[in-house]
């Protein structure tokens, strides 16, 4: 892997050479993760003119399970607890002469701005913008790996919970238990806050699990995701509890599941943002449901739940291969409930067999 933290961190260089800036401080945690490898918690990366320094407060840990900077860059522990290694990273960069810093203005806090400024006068300051997030957008295979295992996981603690009694247990208790079964099959850990919604709750995009419990009849909806080697993914069904559905929830279950595969389906190399939203939103919008949709339909996923690209009525751009999006279309009908089916898929192009589906639990509505 050292070559190729290299490799990302020398394209990175080649953009802030382009703009002027000699040196560049990353202070992002997903950015220093991606450009690094693990790094403890608060470091920085430094790009320097004569080498590349992980700038932190403690040392890296040795637990085979936390893994370890990239090998190629130097550590640079602070002396002394409760220092700033951002501001330190900037003193290294006046201690050898350079006079221009190009830094993460999106991340930095106003007061550590100033903080920069007080000890680095002389230095211009410049603002590296989202390049690093630019270059996260695209996986390289062993990203998409790590995905696909968590993936895996997800789908796993899922289909476990599945076969379990539901009827009166509350969304709070099965949230946790799904938690706990992504962490016993390999996961670092749940990649956001699990969300389990029943009756009236149903549907709704990060609903926060209650005490109320699952009833006769329920929609029943989850999504949760799996964090593993520190990608995120994510997976969300809708299901209905104890009886065979209703006609209202056959219907709707219906409309959104065709949604979602007009989503997935426009998905390929060369795609617009916009168009792929576009797909899934006007099948929801055609049947009367265009108040109340979410602001986006997808979204990139990788070190973090929610990245580049997102899918929504104003994004501009357009998909490239080795993109891994969500797409998650869902309707919540107030006081009824709702419906939501959510799944991580990768960009490939139609030679490749189209978009790789990575989250792979049944879309068939199922009544538990």
Known sequence: MSEVYASRRNRLRERCNASGSATA????PANVRYLAGTAPRGAVLLLGRREDVLVCVDPPDDRPSEGRPDEALRVHCLRRSGGDPAVAAAGLVVAEGGDSLAVEEHHLTVARHREL??????????DLA???????VVKDEEEISCLRIGAEIADQALGELLESILVGRTERHLALELERRLVDHGADGPAFAT????GPNSGRRGHRPTDRRVEEGDFLSVCLGASYRGYRCEIGRTFVIGTSPADWQIELYDLVFAAQRAGREALAPGAAFRDVDRAARQILD?????????????????????????????????????????????????GRGG??????????????????????????????
């Open 25 to 28: 401080l990353i202070s992002r």
């Open 117 to 126: 400024r007080s000890v680095a006068p002389g230095l211009r300051l410049a």
């Open 130 to 136: 989202a390049a690093v997030e630019q270059l996260r």
């Open 195 to 198: 969300s389990v919604a029943t």
């Open 286 to 334: 055609s049947a009367g449901h265009s108040e109340g949709l979410p602001a986006l339909t997808g979204h990139g996923v990788g070190l973090e739940i929610e990245e580049d690209p997102q899918l929504s009525p104003a994004a501009m751009g357009k998909l490239d291969a080795c993109v891994p999006v969500t797409v998650e279309p869902g309707v919540h009908l107030p």
């Open 339 to 368: 419906v939501r089916i959510d799944d991580t898929l990768v960009v490939r192009p139609e030679a490749d067999g189209g978009p790789e589906l990575l989250t792979i639990t049944t879309k068939e509505l199922l009544a538990l």
